[in-house]
């Protein structure tokens, strides 16, 4: 983003619905969060407009920290726990790390169940779906997926220009079926696709039902 939004543009964006990123608006101010990459136009009539990823993360950027969001407290040393994308240069396979990702896999189980009136832990929540890369990236390495650091292979999670997907690669083609599979037994809807310069890539969408 090269300008920040205004307060106008900023109250658009907390006025989202919680549940599918849905905003309102004047024609100008969709228009420019549009152009900042903070919404997207749906192709399809009636052309409403979302959040995109980076939109909901800067919906909540002013949110502190609750200690039930798994994305956020464990029990490292630093009290931060974070999600690895892939591609970190410090990402080490650790027993200390494998501790976290179990507690904050346990802690998103939590928040599922909680927050959806059935109960089921089966599928992802609201609070996933304004953290898709996160969550998608948790849900991997919860099921053993290894991400990509500066130096090895492994997966790497991207947010999409769509309103609730992310993309998933790994060079291998074993592991990216891995990924897929574990993702799906997460509750995220996988489909494979062909890149145009020929690699495989997932996309990865939060199951609502």
Known sequence: MTRPPTAAQRRVIEAAEPETGRITGTAAQLARLVALRLAFRHPRPPHDHFLTPAGHRFREAADAPRESDPA????APS??????????PDAVATP???REVRTAW?????IRRMTHPDGATDRPCAWERG???HSAALALEAAGCVPATGTTHG???TDTPQPEAVAVRHPDPVALSA???ALRQAGWQVSEHTEARGGRVLLASPRRV
């Not at 956020?72 to 029990?75: G, I, R, Y």
């Not at 346990?106 to 939590?110: I, K, N, S, T, V």
């Open 72 to 75: 956020v407290v464990s029990s």
């Open 79 to 88: 009290g931060v726990f974070t999600a690895r994308l892939g591609g970190e």
């Open 96 to 98: 200390t790390r494998a």
């Open 106 to 110: 346990q802690g998103l189980l939590e």
């Open 131 to 133: 953290r898709l890369a």
């Open 155 to 157: 997966y790497r999670v």
């Open 179 to 181: 990924c897929a599979e």
